[in-house]
């Protein structure tokens, strides 16, 4: 079904900016909480846009959180929430039913093709509360393949903690997030996907 998701959404997906995101239900009852999360990639990159699904759990909501890279050369086209070394990126703030989520895909485009990926990181959403899920950079690594060619170990994505800044540009947001941040960084070793390797295999260039 994922698969068929993913293959459905990939013609919309190519036309996303960073201004229009896919799938961006927000609720706004009472007992509303937030999801806030970054997500970047080298300046350098060409994987544009980076889209992260997630579904609730017992399948009554979904949506997805997306970072499309400025166009460095159209100064009308917005810019990114941060600017680190060679990193760029935006913090995404989105609120949700209380409730168990779980994030179960990604989609990008590199060099004219599709590419993704499933998994699975659980996180919940508490009502009137924030859940932190951390920064997800991603890094592609093609340049070490063929030439014109890219396989699926030249990609993936390192997870960092980052609240102090991503909480920080969530709260000058047009909605931001409310109440007790509870931090919720996955670990790479439970989520058991080569998308999100172990640091030691991050070192050793996956």
């Known amino acids: 079904m994922r698969a068929f998701v993913l293959a459905l959404v990939a013609g919309l ?29 080298n300046k350098d990159s060409n994987a544009d846009p980076i889209t992260l699904f997630y579904d609730q ?50 989609l990008t485009r590199m060099g004219g093709k599709n590419f993704g990926d499933t998994f699975r990181i659980p996180f919940s959403i508490r009502p009137g509360q924030t859940t932190y899920l951390g920064n997800f950079r991603f890094v592609s690594a093609h340049e070490k393949g063929f030439v014109g060619y890219l ?8 997870i960092r903690d980052y609240a102090r ?23 790479p070793m439970t989520i058991n996907s080569p998308l999100f390797p172990l640091p030691d295999e991050q070192a050793r260039g996956h």
């Open 151 to 158: 396989r699926a170990r030249d990609f993936y994505f390192v």
């Open 57 to 106: 759990v017992d399948g009554s909501d979904h949506g997805s959180l997306q970072f499309s890279r400025p166009d460095w050369t159209d100064l009308s086209f917005g810019s990114a929430d941060f600017h680190e070394g060679s990193e760029v990126g935006d913090v995404i703030v989105r609120s949700l039913h209380p409730g168990d989520y779980q994030l179960d895909s990604f």
């Open 165 to 187: 800044r991503d909480i920080g540009i969530a709260d000058h947001k047009d909605d931001p997030p409310r109440g007790r941040v509870t931090v919720a960084i996955p670990d």
């Open 13 to 41: 997906f190519l036309s996303a900016t960073a201004e229009a995101q896919l799938f961006t239900n927000q609720y706004h009852g009472r007992d509303a909480g937030w999801l806030v999360i970054s997500i970047a990639s």
